[in-house]
């Protein structure tokens, strides 16, 4: 007898050892994708709210694109990346830095919070801080800009989000989530397809709801409402959700 249970431990014991091989390969894989980042998705628009400035007004100095909206919205990274600078500036405020895989560089300033830091990876469409008008902002607002390789203090490198983000007028609305226009500008530099059967991220199209998408996904429509920081049901088609 006590030989037989002798004998049912050890195998319990095997058992556990094999299946805790099994998790721990699957923890590293998930880590190491996680870490991986994904070349040149479309982007999408960092926030919600109203154009309020385009790029290369005031002579030339403005060197980013204004959204206006409301205090405390949600920030969001416009591509995977990695966030080369988070801190306090006199004239940007809180501002985030984030370097992406396509090799550009992104600026979100005047933000009322940041939740990244230095060194950090973010996922498209993580929110990233919350708008506000620190530093040298009249309104509540998010100036955004896009240099290639990397800022430096005379914006050499600057150029028009709009080219990456798609054009969008002084008064237009933009919503955050959703894919930039302009594929091309961004194809030149990198392939944009990994949206395509990304199985984290989904993109609406014409007659899907959140319940549809949900059940798609197998996840609940509350959780892609908290994932994507969704205060009602309303999508849009192109919009890009995070479904995981
Ligand atoms: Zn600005």
């Known amino acids: 007898m006590l030989d037989y249970i002798k004998r049912f431990l050890i195998a319990i014991i095997m058992a556990l050892c094999v299946s805790l091989l099994f998790i721990g390969a699957k923890h590293s894989e ?3 994708l996680s870490e991986k980042p994904t070349l040149g998705k479309t982007w999408i628009w960092p926030a919600e709210g109203v154009i309020s400035d385009t790029y290369g007004t005031r002579q030339g100095r403005h060197k980013g694109i204004d959204i206006a909206g409301k205090w405390d919205s949600p920030i969001l990274a416009v591509e995977d990346g990695v966030v080369v600078k988070s801190y306090y500036s006199d004239t940007y405020g809180n501002v985030i830095f984030i370097k ?9 300033a005047h933000l009322n919070k940041r939740f990244v830091k230095q060194g950090q990876f973010v996922k498209q469409g993580e929110m990233i801080g919350k708008m506000g008008k620190t530093g040298q902002a009249t309104g509540t ?13 005379d914006k050499k490198f600057a150029m028009d989000p709009e080219s990456l983000l798609g054009k969008a ?9 959703i894919a930039g226009g ?13 949206m395509k059967g990304s199985e984290d991220q989904y993109v609406v199209k014409q007659g899907d709801t959140l319940y549809s998408i949900a059940r798609k996904r197998n996840i609940s429509v509350e959780t892609i409402k908290r994932l994507n920081h969704l205060t009602s049901d309303m ?8 479904v995981r």
């Open 235 to 242: 999508i849009k088609p192109n919009q890009i959700l995070n």
């Open 182 to 194: 302009a594929r091309d500008a961004l194809a030149v530099n990198s392939p944009y397809d990994h």
């Open 169 to 177: 007028s002084v008064g237009e609305a933009v919503q955050m989530g």
């Open 100 to 108: 992406h895989p396509s090799q550009f560089v992104t600026v979100y």
């Open 30 to 32: 998930a880590a190491a």
């Open 141 to 153: 607002h998010l100036h955004f800009e896009t240099h290639l390789q990397e800022w430096r203090y």
